[in-house]
Nanobody, 128 residues
Framework: QVQLVESGGGLVQPGGSLRLSCAAS????????MGWFRQAPGKEREFVAA????????VYADSVRGRFTISRENAKNTGHLQMNSLKPEDTAVYYC?????????????????????WGQGTQVTVSS
């Protein structure tokens, strides 16, 4: 069973940057699609970015495109989310997740439905 642990969250000023990491243990994750989601207080969990299993397709939410970059280091079983030009509205708990069954298309990766392994989340607060 794969387990995920996020790290790298914290408090940052508007315009600042953070790099989140997602470490997988238990099994290699290079054959899985990986995604990042976030959830602000009182709101539903929303899609941020995803990396399809093939490694070819990457998708971003419109709200973060051009500011966030998703990546993965298969040799280290680790994924990353580089977040630049952060805004107060980016404040949320950020979760990484894997799809260990199947190979969903890019549009489906934008939903929580195909993800069956989730990390515990890391808090990101953007405030002056």
């Amino acid at each position: 069973q794969v387990q995920l642990v996020e790290s790298g969250g914290g408090l940052v000023q508007p315009g600042g940057s953070l790099r989140l990491s997602c470490a997988a243990s238990g099994r290699t994750f290079e054959n899985y699609s990986m995604g990042w989601f976030r959830q602000a207080p009182g709101k539903e969990r929303e899609f941020v970015a995803a990396f399809a299993r093939s490694g070819i397709r990457i998708v971003y939410a419109d709200s973060v495109r051009g500011r966030f970059t998703i990546s993965r280091e298969n040799a280290k079983n680790t994924g990353h989310l580089q977040m630049n030009s952060l805004k107060p509205e980016d404040t949320a708990v950020y979760y990484c997740a894997l799809v260990t069954k199947g190979n969903p298309i890019a549009s489906t990766l934008r939903t929580t439905a195909p993800y069956d392994v989730w990390g515990q989340g890391t808090q990101v607060t953007v405030s002056s």
